[in-house]
């Protein structure tokens, strides 16, 4: 299974976009990465995903690298209530709908 | 939007207590998951359903049982509950076919058995 690698913590001040970073070096050509949050005692929330091109939704975009080894999630105009962890996910397709969510980073936005 | 409601916010049981953890998702869903959250530990799946009446174990099942009588509703349940299962309960559901298969998840139950 594709592993991710994510800081442990970041600060962004309000106003301005949040870029977190992920390295998924060893995914598959049909492994998806999603990006999920979790603000303090609620479930994860699903914010975005993708293949190979970039996307973009109400709530972010991701940033995929051409080799696929790296993603970048941007918040554009980070507010306090952005402030969770985030959870970067690679789906492997050999062992069904099982998500492995990792330690995350967890977002500051500092007012 | 997709919704999945999990039947409480909060549970205080006793040791020994036999304990239904309930979960309705309302997308017509095909797969539906429980798992556990603990500190330090990240999401464990415990058990998962791809339709009615079927379920696969996941990582962590000991201890645990699953119901799923209707397409829209997952249940867990603790045969027995131990100080050990106190953590966060997360439902989940998904669709199946080619690509992704995005899981959206309910609000969690934080259980503390004592």
């Known amino acids: 299974d594709a592993k991710t690698t994510q800081p442990p913590s970041m600060d962004c001040a309000e106003g301005r976009a949040a870029n977190l970073p992920c390295n998924h070096s060893?995914?598959?050509?049909?492994?998806?990465v999603y990006w999920y949050r979790q603000i303090h005692s609620q479930g994860p929330q699903y914010i975005i995903h993708g293949l190979k091109n970039n996307e973009t939704n109400e709530m972010a975009s991701l940033i995929i690298t051409e080799d696929r080894k790296s993603s970048t999630l941007i918040l554009p105009h980070a507010t306090l209530r952005d402030t969770a962890v985030y959870y970067c996910i690679v789906l492997p397709t050999n062992t069904g709908n099982q998500f492995y969510f990792g330690t995350g980073t967890s977002l500051t936005v500092i007012p | 939007d997709v919704k999945v409601t999990q039947s409480s916010r909060y549970l205080v049981k006793r040791t020994g207590e036999k304990v239904f953890l309930e979960c309705v998702q309302d997308?017509?869903?095909?797969?539906m998951f429980w798992y556990r959250q603990d500190p330090g530990l990240g999401l464990r799946l415990i058990y998962f359903s791809y339709d009615v009446k079927m379920k696969e174990k996941g990582d962590i099942p000991e201890g645990y049982s699953v119901s799923r009588e209707k397409k829209e509703r997952f249940s867990l349940i603790l045969e027995s509950a131990s100080t050990n299962q106190t953590s966060m309960y997360l439902c989940a559901s998904s669709s199946v076919g080619q690509g992704a298969r995005t899981q959206y998840f309910g609000p969690g139950t934080r259980l503390l058995v004592l």
């Open positions: 060893t995914i598959s050509g049909n492994e998806y």
């Open positions: 997308m017509d869903h095909e797969n």
